[in-house]
């Protein structure tokens, strides 16, 4: 069955980085689009990033040049670089893959104060 499994999350001041980690299995890893959302206490989940399977990167205008989104297909992960982080960037964190339906993550939070 479909696994993702998030890594990396924690406490981090404002300006501050973090790289979030996700490994998956139980699918054809380098033929799906993988993305991260994140959901802010009392807020609805929201897209962040999504890669393609030929690393193609689209990002939501928020963290547009802080954020880098990466894959590594012969390894099954997908890893989220985010840089100059805000306190506004705190949520908990998601790994995303759709096939017919969403598949997530138990998530990693990140929680951005100083």
């Known amino acids: 069955q479909v696994q993702l499994v998030e890594s990396g999350g924690g406490l981090v001041q404002p300006g501050g980085s973090l790289r979030l980690s996700c490994s998956a299995s139980?699918?054809?890893?380098?033929?799906?689009?993988m993305s991260w959302y994140r959901q802010a206490l009392g807020q609805e989940r929201e897209l962040v990033a999504t890669?393609?399977?030929?690393?193609?990167?689209t990002y939501r205008d928020s963290v547009k040049g802080r954020f880098t989104n990466t894959r590594d297909n012969d390894n099954n992960t997908v890893t989220m670089k985010m840089n100059d982080l805000k306190p506004e960037d705190t949520a908990v964190y998601y790994c995303?893959?759709?096939?017919?339906?969403?598949?997530w993550g138990q998530g990693t939070q990140v929680p951005v104060s100083s």
């Open positions: 995303n893959v759709r096939r017919n339906i969403d598949y």
């Open positions: 890669i393609s399977p030929h690393g193609i990167r």
């Open positions: 139980g699918f054809i890893f380098k033929y799906r689009p």
